[in-house]
């Protein structure tokens, strides 16, 4: 073995993770083929964890062939995770497969928020965290791991207190099934109860740090449009696409034939409905109209999607060379009629 080799204990555990009998066995018999370190033999290890059917395979290689396969590949172990933290585990793995080291912050807030004792976490509100942190939304420092902190813990707060006034308590709700027990954490997995709680939390300046309600510069809102989880080629692509949007958009002199419109078009809705589109609409519109492949825009809850459609729809068959429809998929043909009524004057 080599000099930062394993210590022997060490070995013993990390084996454990092994689930097969045969295949920890054939590893047996090939370690004496070359050294390892601790961080080849930890990629090996991860390999073997994830090849339970492919003992036959392996067998005819040699552990040099075994070393390049396991370099070549990225293993996520969330067993250990699992086993500790439950389904919140699954928050962490998620975070650490993005190759960065969001998921060991995270675990390292909610370990913080659970050293005194039992604590509530809210699953949607873990859900947004994670969601945030992984689209570069929301970034670890000092700071907002300090009110990230603040955040969790002041939710379980406010459920515990609402519980104690009706005489339940964090078990109660884990025997009825509305949350699940891990150690000192209890996730809140019932809609009616988190969306009551969650209004609460919603009127506290807590909620504002961590989630900040005001709107997104223009230059914040291309930046979030380049997907982080893309390739380099992709990302790169992608940059150049929405920067040349920002340089239209923030412009008063570029001559551009789709912000012209688009301009025309807020000033309608401002007419009809006295409010202006926001940047972020703006973008979403403009991502679309000069994007020469089909283009999915992903929108969340709050942003408006009704008014980019309207302004979408108008764009597409007023600079169309021929009759052109746009088609609307949704999830509620009752809404999508509505807003069909209730837009039709713009």
């Given at each position: 073995m080599k000099q930062n080799a394993p210590k022997f204990k060490v070995l013993?555990?990390?084996l454990e993770l092994?689930?097969?009998s045969r295949l920890r066995s054939l590893f047996g018999t090939k370690l004496h083929e070359m050294d390892l370190d601790q961080a080849t033999l930890q990629s090996i290890i991860n390999m073997l964890a994830h090849a339970d059917d492919r003992v036959n395979?392996?067998?005819?290689?040699?552990?040099p062939e075994w070393v390049d396969i396991a370099k070549c590949q990225t293993w996520v172990s969330y067993a250990p995770l699992l086993k500790k933290y439950g389904t919140v585990g699954y928050f962490f793995v998620f975070l650490?497969?993005?190759g960065h080291s969001e998921g060991e912050h995270l675990r390292s807030i909610v370990d913080k928020v659970t050293e005194d004792g039992a604590v509530m976490i809210f699953e949607k509100l873990i859900s947004r965290i994670t969601y945030m942190v992984a689209y570069k939304e929301l970034e670890f420092s000092n700071r907002t791991s300090e009110e990230i902190t603040t955040l969790l813990k002041t939710a379980s707060m406010i459920a515990s207190s609402d519980l104690i006034l009706n005489k339940e308590s964090f078990s109660s709700l884990a025997q009825c099934g509305y949350a699940q027990r891990f150690g000192n954490i209890y996730?809140?997995?019932?809609e009616s109860f988190q969306l009551a709680w969650m209004l609460q939390i919603m009127k506290l300046s807590v909620w504002n740090q961590v989630f900040p309600q005001n709107d997104r510069s223009l230059s914040d809102v291309v930046r979030l449009t380049?997907?982080?989880q893309d390739d380099e080629e992709h990302r790169t692509k992608r940059k150049i696409v929405m920067e040349d949007i920002q340089k239209v958009l923030g412009s008063t002199t570029i001559k551009d034939p789709h912000v012209a419109m688009l301009k025309s078009i807020d000033d309608v809705i401002y007419q009809k409905r006295k409010i202006h589109l926001r940047d972020t609409q703006k973008v979403a519109v403009l991502s679309a109209m000069k994007n020469q492949k089909n283009l999915l825009s992903q929108v969340n809850t709050g942003e408006g999607k009704s008014l980019i459609i309207v302004a979408l729809a108008i764009m597409r068959i007023k600079t169309a060379n021929d009759a052109e429809t746009v088609d609307i998929i949704t999830s509620s043909s009752v809404l999508a009629q509505r807003d069909a009524e209730h837009m039709r004057d713009i």
């Open positions: 013993i555990n990390e092994i689930r097969n395979q392996l067998e005819k290689l040699s552990l650490n497969s993005l996730l809140l997995v019932n380049v997907n982080p």
